[in-house]
């Protein structure tokens, strides 16, 4: 629950500062954070490179 508080504070000092002209939305940095770590989790054992004991 704490990462998820960090990683939301984070994405919006990122949004803040990234961009001078506007503000980008919280939900757009933590989306693109987020999507390859999804697909990362969600990729089978074997394509990770671990062996199947």
């Not at 629950?1 to 949004?15: H, P, R």
């Not at 500062?17 to 940095?29: F, Y």
């Amino acid at each position: 629950m704490i990462l998820g508080a960090l990683l939301l504070a984070m994405a919006d000092i990122v949004g803040c500062c990234l961009i001078t002209s506007n503000e980008l939305p919280d939900g757009l940095v933590v989306a693109l954070v987020g999507a390859p770590l999804v697909t990362l989790l969600l990729r089978p054992r074997s394509a990770r490179g671990h062996r199947n004991r």
